[in-house]
């Protein structure tokens, strides 16, 4: 069955950098489009970047741009998210979604950036 598991979330200090890892499981990964959302407390999950099957990158969310960069490697069927120069406002769960059939989520992994 499809599995999202996510990865590298962490506590750090503003301006630091984490990278992110989403291992896929379950379906063709190269053949999908895999997206990156986070979910602020008391917040809506929102959309942070989408990855083409092709590698493009597109749906990126303003505050995060130039920041934060999306990757992927088909041989690990992992997808990345580098993020640096981070703000306590980028303090989420971070998750990991594919649609195959239907919208697939992973666990999500805690991103605290803080002093």
């Known amino acids: 069955q499809v599995q999202l598991v996510e990865s590298g979330g962490s506590l750090v200090q503003p301006g630091g950098s984490l990278r992110l890892s989403c291992a896929a499981s379950g379906f063709a990964f190269k053949m999908y489009a895999m997206s990156w959302y986070r979910q602020a407390p008391g917040k809506e999950r929102e959309l942070v970047v989408t990855?083409?099957?092709?590698?493009?990158?597109?749906n990126w969310r303003d505050s995060v741009k130039g920041r934060f960069t999306i990757s992927r490697d088909n041989d690990r069927n992992t997808v990345y998210l580098q993020m640096n120069s981070l703000k306590p406002e980028d303090t989420a769960v971070y998750y990991c979604?594919?649609?195959?059939?239907?919208?697939?989520w992973g666990q999500g992994t805690q991103v605290t950036v803080s002093s």
């Open positions: 979604y594919v649609v195959v059939g239907i919208g697939r």
């Open positions: 990855l083409t099957r092709a590698g493009g990158s597109t």
